[in-house]
């Protein structure tokens, strides 16, 4: 029995759809969607299912970009993508990885959703620009020159170091280490002086900082503050988050935090946490990501 061609591409569709919206929620929603419109489809006069399916995804994902634009305009606080839990072996494809990253995420929320779209189809699943032509509704020629902006100003915002697997993980296990005993020099030690962090509370957590915490000392000061003034004692633990080693925070055993790190000559130069209980729901399991 032949597997039906949505089927057997589903984690190549997940992934197009989640690196659209950075929202594994939203996603599945598009993937719902673009079911049905190909489950519609004579299937005799598709000659190419793999581009006729990204293209019904990434049609659908654009009209779900207008909607979360508009949502987001009326969000409490920093806005972050939703963090997925992913296999250690997403981070053999370097490019794949690199791409689901939070820190890339956050460069593609910077782009409008024809340039994010067109980038992203490019850049990460390599279609041509016919392909990704007749999937955002342009002619090829501007899809060249779209291609070309979005790939400047990626590149003017993305990380420039390339920081192997196994260095992030010790440098993730330092701050887990320094953050579940209490460490204070040693957070100092493991954080860049001039490190950012992002939180994303969606304004349904107390302590979740609104904007963003500029520097070590700031940022380490922040921290022990609030931990003392609500009296928790969350722990941390070593967690596959978006293709790279980060962090699982819980607090009397409930999750209540993801981190994201990026990580630049041995420190954390960028934290990414996302609190918002709406952007945990779903990390019980690992997303099946494919490109």
């Not at 690196?19 to 929620?25: D, I, K, M, P, R």
């Not at 654009?62 to 296999?87: A, F, K």
């Not at 700031?218 to 988050?241: D, I, Q, T």
């Not at 080693?245 to 946490?273: C, F, H, K, M, W």
């Amino acid at each position: 029995m032949t597997t039906d061609p949505f089927v057997a591409h589903r984690n190549l569709l997940f992934t197009v759809a989640y690196e659209l919206l950075g929202s594994a929620a939203d996603a599945e929603d598009v993937l719902q969607e673009s079911w049905l419109r190909w489950a519609a489809v004579d299937r005799s006069e598709v000659r190419e299912p793999r581009a006729y399916l990204v293209r019904i995804v990434t049609r659908q994902a654009l009209n779900h970009l207008r909607t979360l634009s508009r949502r987001r305009e009326d969000y409490v606080g920093e806005w972050l993508p939703e963090p997925v839990m992913t296999s250690p072996d997403v981070a053999d494809d370097v490019a794949l990885a690199e791409s689901v990253s939070m820190a890339m995420l956050t460069v593609l929320e910077t782009l409008g959703p024809a340039e994010r779209a067109v980038f992203v189809l490019r850049e990460v699943f390599d279609l041509s620009y016919d392909e990704i032509a007749d999937a955002v509704g342009k002619t090829p020629a501007a899809v060249r020159q779209i291609a070309h902006r979005a790939k400047e100003h990626v590149a003017a915002r993305r990380p420039r170091v390339h920081v192997e697997p196994s260095e992030q993980e010790r440098v993730v296990e330092r701050l887990m280490l320094a953050f579940n005993t209490g460490d204070v020099q040693g957070l100092m030690d493991v954080l860049a002086p001039d490190v950012v962090a992002v939180a994303d509370g969606g304004g349904k957590v107390r302590g979740a900082a609104r904007h963003p915490i500029r520097g070590a000392k700031k940022l380490v000061a922040y921290l022990r503050g609030g931990l003392e003034k609500w009296g928790v004692h969350p722990v941390a633990s070593l967690a596959w988050v978006n293709g790279a080693p980060g962090l699982r925070v819980e607090n009397d055993g409930q999750l209540a935090a993801v981190l994201s790190v990026t990580v630049e000559d041995g420190v954390i130069t960028r934290i990414y946490s996302v609190a918002n209980p709406d952007k945990l729901a779903r990390l019980d399991a690992e997303a099946s990501l494919a490109r």
